[in-house]
């Protein structure tokens, strides 16, 4: 494993094999925190210069650490299989993905997003009763993709 210096005082991570090649760029990272490099006019992402460019296609990052560009970590996905592997939204509250408060019942509610269509989980008193319930859903729904919870450990005691 190597690291590549990046703008903002980052790195990205990348296999001893590919260091080489990918240090003579220079590489910034991204506001959406990617490594990328200029080439002419267009940006090329470090991701996309390891696994090419497959048509109609999207990279993801395993780990949802887009720093982190080992192979290991990078998989050609489609964009739905790509969103199951997103990370947790920038208006959520819980601290959780997929868990949220309900006023009117005064508990935590679960849910998932699968092709398009909502569905509801469970109701929950505890916030790590309701991530632990996400987590069952996404593995159920989104096998490999999924992105689970990690459980805070003062919740968990």
Not at 37 to 51: G, I, P, T
Not at 59 to 78: A, F, K, M, Q, Y
Not at 111 to 131: C, M, N, P, Q, Y
Not at 140 to 145: L, Q
Request: charge should be positive.
């Amino acid at each position: 494993m190597a690291e590549i210096k990046l703008s903002q005082g980052k790195f990205a991570i990348v296999d001893d094999g590919d260091f080489e090649y990918l240090s003579q760029f220079r590489w910034h990272v991204t506001d959406h925190g990617y490594a990328c490099r200029k080439n002419s006019s267009k940006n090329v992402y470090m991701h996309r210069e390891l696994m090419g460019f497959p048509k109609g296609l999207q990279i993801d990052h395993i780990n949802g650490n887009g720093l982190d560009n080992r192979r290991s970590n990078l998989r050609v996905v489609t964009a739905h299989e790509n969103r199951k592997n997103s990370g947790i939204r920038s208006d959520n509250v819980s601290g959780y993905k997929g868990v949220s408060w309900d006023r009117k019942n005064s508990k935590w509610k679960v849910g998932i997003t699968v092709s398009s269509k909502w569905i509801h989980l469970g109701r929950f008193e505890s916030l790590t009763d309701a991530a632990k319930a996400y987590n069952d859903g996404a593995i159920k729904y989104n096998g490999e993709y999924a992105r689970l919870n990690v459980i805070k450990e003062e919740e968990s005691a």
